[in-house]
Nanobody, 123 residues
Framework: QARLVESGGGLVQAGGSLRLSCAAS????????MAWFRQAPGKEREFVAA????????DYADSVKGRFTISRDTAKNMVYLQMNSLKPEDTAVYYC????????????????WGQGTQVTVSS
């Protein structure tokens, strides 16, 4: 059974940092491109960052470029999102997703999703 579980969210002051983790199990996730999305209250889910199966390619939304870093540990089936210089507008539920079809596809939202982890940034 395919499963993605996010963790690491919480409450942080503006300018602070958080590291989100996504644990994958039940599928060959080590061979899937993966991504992080977020959804703020009253807004649509939006792309944050993506990473290829090898980790050799990454992409970021303009709003987080230079502040967030996506990485993965294939051996552990883990994907991470290091978030620095957090802003109140980063407040959202963050989701990880995986897509077997390919890297371009995962940036539109994958087939598999986690349940999300709340990130709240206070001003």
């Amino acid at each position: 059974q395919a499963r993605l579980v996010e963790s690491g969210g919480g409450l942080v002051q503006a300018g602070g940092s958080l590291r989100l983790s996504c644990a994958a199990s039940g599928r060959a996730f080590s061979t899937y491109p993966m991504a992080w999305f977020r959804q703020a209250p009253g807004k649509e889910r939006e792309f944050v960052a993506a990473i290829s199966w090898s980790g050799g390619s990454t992409d970021y939304a303009d709003s987080v470029k230079g502040r967030f870093t996506i990485s993965r540990d294939t051996a552990k089936n883990m994907v991470y999102l290091q978030m620095n210089s957090l802003k109140p507008e980063d407040t959202a539920v963050y989701y990880c997703t995986a897509e077997p079809a390919g890297y371009m596809e995962v940036k539109r939202g994958g087939r598999y999703w986690g349940q999300g982890t709340q990130v709240t940034v206070s001003s």
